[in-house]
Nanobody
Framework: QVQLVESGGGLVQAGGSLRLSCAAS????????IDWYRQAPGKQRELVAA???????NYADSVKGRFTISRDNAKKTVYLQMNSLKPEDTAVYYC?????????????WGQGTQVTVSS
């Protein structure tokens, strides 16, 4: 069984920073396949950031230049550093294990962590 546990969310003023962590445990997953999503009230869940096994990063246009995804393979943890936060970043943030089709691994979601940015 795989567990993805997010932490680090909270309430912050606009312009502030937060660092989210996603700790993965269990068997049957790859730390290289974990990315970050978010879902704001009344909106669809969207991909925020991803990092490939080689370290190539990909970000939603709305967070480019402000958010940084990183990974510590030894700790089996993926991070999301969020700077210059805006009220529109308010959402529940989820880490997500996203295996390509045919890899024989399952998709998993964490329980989510709330990020609230006040204006």
């Amino acid at each position: 069984q795989v567990q993805l546990v997010e932490s680090g969310g909270g309430l912050v003023q606009a312009g502030g920073s937060l660092r989210l962590s996603c700790a993965a445990s269990g068997s049957g997953f790859s730390i290289n396949l974990i990315d970050w999503y978010r879902q704001a009230p009344g909106k669809q869940r969207e991909l925020v950031a991803a990092i490939s096994s080689g370290g190539t990063t990909n970000y939603a246009d709305s967070v480019k230049g402000r958010f940084t995804i990183s990974r510590d393979n030894a700790k089996k943890t993926v991070y999301l550093q969020m700077n210059s936060l805006k009220p529109e970043d308010t959402a529940v943030y989820y880490c997500h294990h996203s295996p390509p089709y045919g890899w024989g691994l399952r998709e998993y979601w964490g329980q989510g962590t709330q990020v609230t940015v006040s204006s």
